[in-house]
Structures are given as structure tokens and as C-alpha cells.
């Protein structure tokens, strides 16, 4: 399930860093902690706590240049914007959706934006065990270690970059159950047309030394069960998904 949000900034050519997301996240935070109460503590109130969110998000820009500061920030080549939310989870959406109605205007960062309209977009269903997927938002697979310890990030052209990935794709799959089961046998990836991009993202403990973010970026052919594959175009695919990364297209 998911919907687009319209979105306008009151200036034209907005000026965004390179780490947006991180704004256009605490958005649906506020919305959520404005009409969901018992939701927002679920998923936000107590970081020890916090169960991992059944969500992921897009953000379509428009991005004229690259303006050189103290950072590299984005320059929009118009004030428009379209923000994607989708998730599995019926309540969380409409949660979400009537939030954000309250909002009406929300500061991403040194700029206001408005809310002008909403779409709901046709729900995907998948019957088949085989899908080509196109990156929406670049896709993070964590790299973990023997005991399952995340110990940074793993890219396209690694020789274990598919192993790392069905590891993330497991791990997705508590959102199935905890009695499901997914074997190594049961997916084939075919990164082939995918490639490694490198994100600058905001750095709590030094602000001016971004950290980068390794991902995914292009196209990916995965074969897995389909409720497997519905699960990852819903609540999207490997790290950081309430963050903006890792959502999912079919393709064509």
C-alpha cells in the first residue's frame, strides 16, 4: 500500500543537503505523533525499545546544480515535489496520510513546504516468484557478521555482496512471522545492472565530517517467494528504509 504526497516550497529554487531524507523522515514522525499516539510510541517513543518500522519512502527532487558551501548542497530546479509512503500496514498509513492533512506546512530543513494534494496508488500484487525491481531510493544491504552483527556496508561489486544481501532480505522477514522460514536456496539475486553509489549522510557526533553511506542504486532481478517479494516493494529493501533509502519499483 502506498500514496504520493504533493508537495510545494514556498522557495523556488530550495536549497537542500545532500542528507534530506532525514527531513522529509521527521515529517512522517510528526504526522504520525499528531494523529496516532499509541503508533508514535510504538515506533518512536523509546529508542531501546522501538519496534523496526514497517515503512520505507522516496523523495522525487528536482535538482538544478549542486551550490558549493561549507556542504555541497542541492539546488531545486523548481519548488515541486513528489513524496512516496508505502508500508503493509493498513493503520500506519492512514495514520500517516491524516497526519500529514493536519500538518498542511512542514520546515524541511531551512525551508517551508506545503502540502497541495494526495494520490493513492494502485496496490501491487505479486503471484509469481520472479520480479525486476528498478531502485526508487538507493537500497543499503548491511554487512553483518557470523553472529549477525552489523558492521558497516556492503557494495555491488563485492565477491559476498549477495550473501550480505539475502542476509538483509532474511532479516526483512520477521515482518512475515517469527515461525518463517527463508532459506539461501530460496532467492537468486541478479545484481548485473545494479551499481554502488556513495551518499553523504548527517553525522550526529561530527555535523561537518558527513558520514557516507555505501548503497545500491539502477535496477535488480530477484527471485524468492512472492510474499516475499510483495513484502519488499511494501516496507521496502535492506537498511535505513524509515530513512528513505531502499524503496522499490516494479519495473516498466
Known amino acids: 500500500m502506498r500514496f504520493v504526497t504533493f508537495l510545494q516550497f514556498e522557495n523556488e529554487h530550495a536549497l537542500l543537503p545532500p542528507w534530506y531524507r532525514i527531513g522529509f523522515s521527521s515529517?512522517?514522525?510528526?504526522?504520525?505523533?499528531?494523529e496516532n499516539e499509541k503508533l508514535y510510541a510504538l515506533y518512536y517513543g523509546n529508542n531501546k525499545t522501538n519496534r523496526p518500522k514497517p515503512f520505507t519512502f522516496g523523495?522525487?527532487?528536482?535538482?538544478?546544480?549542486?551550490v558549493k558551501k561549507d556542504i555541497n548542497y542541492l539546488e531545486l530546479e523548481n519548488p515541486n515535489v513528489?513524496?512516496?509512503i508505502s508500508t503493509n500496514d493498513y493503520e500506519f498509513l492512514t495514520s500517516v496520510y491524516n497526519g500529514l492533512l493536519q500538518l498542511k506546512?512542514?520546515?524541511v530543513y531551512k525551508n517551508i513546504v506545503s502540502i497541495q494534494r494526495f494520490n493513492i496508488i494502485n496496490p501491487k500484487e505479486f503471484n509469481e516468484s520472479k520480479a525486476i525491481f528498478d531502485i526508487f531510493s538507493p537500497v543499503v544491504v548491511r554487512r553483518v557478521t557470523n553472529d549477525r552483527k552489523g558492521i558497516g556496508y556492503a557494495q555491488v561489486n563485492d565477491d559476498d555482496y549477495t550473501q550480505?544481501?539475502?542476509y538483509n532480505i532474511k532479516s526483512l522477514c520477521k515482518f512475515l512471522g517469527d515461525s518463517y522460514c527463508l532459506s539461501e536456496s530460496d532467492v537468486k539475486i541478479d545484481t548485473s545492472k545494479a551499481c554502488t553509489v556513495k551518499i553523504p549522510h548527517y553525522n550526529k557526533r561530527n555535523p561537518n565530517n558527513p558520514e557516507i553511506i555505501v548503497?545500491?542504486?539502477g535496477s535488480l532481478t530477484i527471485e524468492a517467494p512472492h510474499e516475499v517479494l510483495q513484502l519488499m516493494y511494501d516496507i521496502g529493501l535492506g537498511a535505513r528504509r524509515s530513512q528513505g533509502f531502499g524503496m522499490l519499483e516494479v519495473a516498466g
Do not use: C, G, S, T
Open 27 to 34: 515529517m512522517i514522525k510528526e504526522a504520525l505523533r499528531k
Open 82 to 84: 513528489q513524496f512516496y
Open 105 to 107: 506546512h512542514y520546515p
Open 164 to 166: 550480505m544481501f539475502f
Open 215 to 217: 548503497a545500491a542504486d
Open 59 to 66: 523523495v522525487k527532487l528536482n535538482v538544478k546544480k549542486v
